[in-house]
């Protein structure tokens, strides 16, 4: 006999890119783009998940400059599949921003 039934998965982005960073004087405010995106690199429009962010500066801020690595989340960002957040790095020198997705699927 033939097997029939539901299952749901769960799907998350391939990966998120983020963008719009550059070098510039310490203290210097930006913007940061993360756009979850498709295997093939199409926003995935519907995403909206929780995330957080790392910084390899350790004085760097985001929203209403709170430290980045002190956030434990952040929530309804994302529109369309992008999210733009404030950024401000505060030491000199080369500095790494990284995103976790906090509701990877299972």
């Given at each position: 006999?033939a097997?029939?039934?539901?299952?749901?998965?769960?799907?998350?982005?391939?990966?998120?890119?983020?963008?719009?960073?550059?070098?510039?004087?310490?203290?210097?405010?930006?913007?940061?783009?993360?756009?979850?995106?498709?295997?093939?690199?199409?926003?995935?429009?519907?995403?909206?998940?929780?995330?957080t962010?790392?910084?390899?500066?350790?004085?760097?801020t985001?929203?209403?400059?709170?430290?980045?690595?002190?956030?434990?989340?952040?929530?309804?960002?994302?529109?369309?599949?992008?999210?733009?957040?404030?950024?401000?790095?505060?030491?000199?020198?080369?500095?790494?921003?990284?995103?976790?997705?906090?509701?990877?699927?299972?």
């Amino acid at each position: 006999g033939a097997i029939s039934g539901l299952e749901t998965v769960g799907v998350g982005p391939h990966d998120i890119l983020l963008s719009g960073l550059v070098h510039g004087a310490e203290g210097f405010d930006q913007t940061m783009t993360a756009t979850a995106r498709n295997e093939d690199g199409s926003t995935i429009a519907g995403y909206n998940q929780s995330f957080t962010i790392r910084s390899s500066d350790a004085a760097a801020t985001s929203v209403s400059g709170i430290l980045i690595n002190n956030f434990s989340s952040f929530s309804n960002f994302f529109v369309n599949g992008v999210a733009q957040l404030p950024v401000t790095l505060h030491s000199f020198d080369s500095r790494r921003v990284w995103i976790y997705d906090l509701s990877p699927p299972a």
